[in-house]
């Protein structure tokens, strides 16, 4: 079955780095397009990043466009995204999601940016 397994949250200071990785298991990665979401507490969930099947199509949500990075390795069967500069309204869990239909999302991971 489809199974997507988020890593790297954890805590930094404003103006740090992360790097979240996603597994993806149980479909045809390479023919996949993928996102980032997130949800900080109190809030509805929100996109921040897509890519392409292929790599070659990214799009950013216009609160992360020049910090964010999303990438994907279709060997690994990973998707990345590299946050930099980061800001403490970025505080929220983040979520992979692979766009099928309705979609399918992974568990979660936590990213607290405080000082």
């Known amino acids: 079955q489809v199974q997507l397994v988020e890593s790297g949250g954890g805590l930094v200071q404003p103006g740090g780095s992360l790097r979240l990785s996603c597994a993806a298991s149980g479909f045809t990665f390479s023919r996949a397009g993928m996102s980032w979401y997130r949800q900080a507490q109190g809030k509805e969930r929100e996109f921040v990043a897509r890519i392409s099947s292929t790599g070659t199509g990214t799009i950013y949500a216009d609160s992360v466009k020049g910090r964010f990075t999303i990438s994907r390795d279709n060997v690994k069967n990973t998707v990345a995204l590299q946050m930099n500069s980061l800001k403490p309204e970025d505080t929220a869990v983040y979520y992979c999601?692979?766009?099928?239909?309705?979609?399918?999302w992974g568990q979660g991971t936590q990213v607290t940016v405080s000082s």
């Open positions: 999601k692979y766009e099928y239909y309705t979609g399918y």
